[in-house]
């Protein structure tokens, strides 16, 4: 049985854009955090945010406090490889999530297609959890769910 570490790193060893949830332009993640107006400050982390354009397009858009988490060291890289010297403007955190313990709160906590495959109850009340210590009260938490044919489900929440 393969590590998530193992199994995500295979999933990428085609590279970033061989992968089925592949997007040249994560739109709906960007109309979403759009309308949510964050300051240009805003603590923003991309849980199982792998290989994903989001980083740089947020930083395009002047977000400067960007984190990425991954349990892949092979999507971290082809993210980071991506951004080229702005990569050091973001903080890349080579990690599984289901072991994070953040030492800060974050203003967004942004999610698309990492949390459906916590399918044991036991995970997903660990992630609730763990989104409600990460995310600042006030704060926007946006995750996605997939479904099938990665027709993927979208939520906005804001923490009270
Ligand atoms: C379906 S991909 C989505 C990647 C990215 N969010 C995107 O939209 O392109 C799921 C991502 O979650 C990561 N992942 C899966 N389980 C994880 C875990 N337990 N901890 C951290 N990352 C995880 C995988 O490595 C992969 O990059």
Redesign the pocket.
């Given at each position: 049985m393969p590590t998530?570490a193992e199994h995500?790193d295979a999933?990428y060893a085609r590279g970033p854009q061989a992968?089925s949830?592949?997007?040249a332009r994560?739109e709906v993640s960007l109309r979403l955090i759009d309308g949510l107006d964050l300051a240009p400050a805003a603590p923003v982390i991309?849980?199982?945010?792998?290989?994903?354009p989001?980083a740089a397009a947020l930083l395009d858009r002047g977000l400067s406090d960007l984190t990425v988490?991954?349990?892949?060291a092979a999507?971290l890289a082809a993210a980071r490889e991506r951004l080229g010297p702005h990569a050091a403007e973001v903080t890349w955190m080579h990690?599984?999530?289901?072991a994070f313990a953040p030492e800060r709160r974050y203003a967004l906590w942004h999610?698309?297609?990492?949390l459906h495959?916590l399918t044991a109850e036991a995970e997903r009340r660990a992630y609730a959890d763990l989104a409600a210590r990460a995310v600042a009260p006030g704060g926007e938490e946006h995750r996605t769910p997939?479904g099938a044919a990665q027709r993927f489900t979208w939520v906005v929440a804001r923490r009270r």
């Open positions: 998530a995500w999933a992968v949830w592949f997007q994560p991309d849980v199982g945010g792998g290989a994903s989001l988490l991954d349990v892949s999507a990690e599984d999530l289901r999610d698309r297609a990492v495959f997939g």
